[in-house]
């Protein structure tokens, strides 16, 4: 799979950031000591109050366009001061499958950035605009996707996301100042019950068709060949409406999305502000494309998933540590503070072969995904498959095998003593019957359990061949894996 980067943001973003770092706008109050609601686990990481918020993920590279820059800079850096309020922030997910991808992982890290500052932070689920689809970056019409299968793909998500909070709570937060709440929505909640002339009253006559039409998404479209259709040109409004609904609700104040979502932060902003005369603000985070340039995701076919039954926890960590320098230096999915990660590249400097900074970023992500089990689960299958470590494999569990060896036929047989390596190749098919499959052993094309065999006739050995979980791991050439799970084995027989 293609390694992802981060697409670079504009100059004016730059600007903006120029004018965020001054230390006058940043310095602020310091955090008061609040208590917790809920008892955080094991002591991790602290937000970084050496700078605001903003200041300090744009440092990061994390927030990279944050709207309307004036009243950003005059009135949203102040509302985020450590000691104010606390602000509650959105951002949406549509359920177009029933996961969330890597894609996702940056605009939840800016949820849990705005959390760990204390601030409210509420995850919508676009149960409702999921069934039409978002435009945004796209060619052609989404296919419509069927409201029961929106309902399904949405709790997936919303359970997706409860994990992504509890781990974070538990593994990542250090506690002392106020974590702040976490709330999930779904949009189909209002957007279902909302007449369609009373939605076009309450929102048609604030959006401007100049505006919606002028958005490079929408001529595109306009332009190719299939045009564009009502639903998908009405999708913006509807974001719209929710970030208006969110905000009388909820006391909303800012929405969050990925680079390509600003058209429709802005078409939310010019509802909520001409409805109610009340400023709110828009913060982008980068896109992760290929090295193509491909946005990730499941519509261009390259996603990597963060529920375990689609991406293991194995491949996810492969993917981190497969990243080039330029994407791990900036951290970007980590809560790292800023100092720590230029001291890991620095040494990094000193010994790239280590990849330190890689695995790293791989047990960061990793971790916030699938928890500390996760990670050791990672941990297990990479030494068991690049180490040949036979103790990592020895102590992999059913599950992870198929995991690792997606591809391999997991077969269960029933042991019989006196059973050679050439019984084994021929019951489960990896080798031909007659001389070839002979020939394939006698040659070095086979092993069991990372260990070369050449005897034919050689007996499986309890502990050598067959492991203490009752598993053997067949290999027939470079690439052609066989799980073998042997039934009725003696207590002998598995020691």
Not at 16 to 23: D, E, K, M
Not at 232 to 248: G, I, K, N, S, V
């Amino acid at each position: 799979m293609a390694a992802p980067a981060l697409r670079a943001g504009q100059r004016r973003v730059v600007a903006l950031g120029a004018r965020l770092v001054r230390p006058a706008a940043f310095e602020g109050r310091r955090h008061r000591q609040q208590k917790l609601h809920d008892q955080p686990g094991e002591p991790a990481t602290k937000p970084d109050t050496r700078l605001g918020l903003l200041a300090a993920q744009h440092e990061r590279g994390l927030f990279q366009e944050i709207f309307p820059p004036q009243a950003a800079e005059e009135q949203l850096v102040e509302l985020l001061e450590p000691g104010r309020p606390p602000v509650t922030v959105y951002c949406g997910f549509d359920p177009t499958a029933d996961s969330l991808h890597v894609g996702h992982l940056l605009t939840v890290l800016g949820l849990l950035h705005f959390q760990r500052a204390g601030h409210n932070v509420i995850a919508l689920v676009g149960g409702a605009t999921a069934r039409l689809g978002d435009p945004s970056g796209r060619t052609k019409e989404r296919e419509l996707l069927p409201e029961a299968r929106a309902r399904e793909n949405g709790e997936g998500l919303r359970e997706g996301l409860r994990r992504l909070f509890a781990h974070h709570r538990e593994l990542f937060w250090a506690g002392g100042a106020r974590l702040g709440e976490v709330t999930l929505l779904d949009n189909a909640d209002w957007l279902e019950r909302e007449p369609v002339v009373g939605f076009l009253g309450a929102v048609g006559g604030h959006l401007r068709m100049g505006t919606l039409l002028s958005r490079q998404s929408c001529r595109a479209r306009l332009s190719s060949p299939e045009g564009m259709g009502l639903a998908e040109f009405l999708y913006p409004a509807l974001q719209a409406y929710d970030y208006l609904h969110l905000h009388r609700r909820h006391g909303c104040r800012v929405q969050l999305g990925g680079a390509d979502q600003l058209g429709n932060i802005m078409s939310g902003y010019e509802l909520v502000s001409k409805v109610t005369g009340e400023d709110v603000f828009g913060i982008t985070v980068p896109l992760i494309t290929s090295t193509t340039g491909n946005k990730l995701g499941k519509s261009a076919g390259n996603a990597v998933w963060l529920n375990r039954n689609r991406t293991s926890p194995f491949e996810l960590y492969q993917f981190f540590v497969r990243q080039p320098d330029s994407i791990v230096k900036r951290q970007l999915f980590t809560f790292l503070p800023l100092p720590e990660i230029n001291h890991i590249m620095e040494m990094h400097a000193q010994e790239p072969e280590k990849w330190a900074p890689q695995k790293r970023l791989a047990a960061e992500v990793t971790k916030l995904v699938h928890g500390k089990e996760g990670l050791e689960s990672a941990k297990r299958c990479t030494r068991a498959l690049y180490y040949s470590n036979i103790a990592a494999l020895e102590s992999m569990s059913d599950q992870e095998l198929q995991e690792l060896f997606r591809e391999a036929p997991y077969l269960e047989m029933l042991y019989e003593p006196g059973t050679t390596v050439l019984d084994l190749c021929r019951k489960t098919g990896a080798v031909a019957d007659g001389p070839r499959g002979h020939q394939d052993i006698t040659s070095g094309g086979v092993s069991i359990n990372h260990m070369q065999v050449t005897n034919p006739d050689a007996v499986l050995i309890a502990g050598q061949h067959i492991l203490s979980n009752g598993l053997s791991l067949l290999r027939v050439g470079k690439r052609n894996y066989y799980i073998i799970k042997w039934l009725q084995l003696s207590e002998e027989e598995t020691c």
